[in-house]
């Protein structure tokens, strides 16, 4: 069912980009996209505040403990909606590509599976 959401949404994707359908122009838009998430989280934490991220060496595997608070729902939506075009962007490259976002995201649950903590990602 998550495979025919991402196939359906590929296929939006493909219908509405009007401009963009260069790979260059796609690729750079991506990064943009890219670094509008990072802001919004930054933004989460020193403009509003809701959030605080503290680092530590070695944090533990289990969980976001380096993450205290919780999105208020103004911080929420605007990363969410970073989020939805870096998603646009990255399907569009797809889509350029002839690559299946909904493989993509199979290939990688796949190297989950098999790599577990071992990714080191
Ligand atoms: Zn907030």
Known sequence: MESDLLTEYQKRVSEVIARNRSVLDIISKQQCA?????????????????????????????????????LCVDCENT??????????????LCNAL????????RQDMNRCDMLGCYSLR
């Open 34 to 70: 890219n670094a509008r998430v990072a802001r919004s989280v930054v933004k989460a934490v020193t403009s509003c505040g809701c959030i605080k991220i503290y680092g530590h060496k070695n944090p533990p595997r289990t969980g976001t403990v380096q993450l205290e608070g919780e």
């Open 79 to 92: 990363v969410k909606t970073e989020m939805g075009e870096l998603l646009f962007y990255l399907t569009s």
């Open 98 to 105: 002839g690559i299946s976002l909904a493989e993509v995201v």
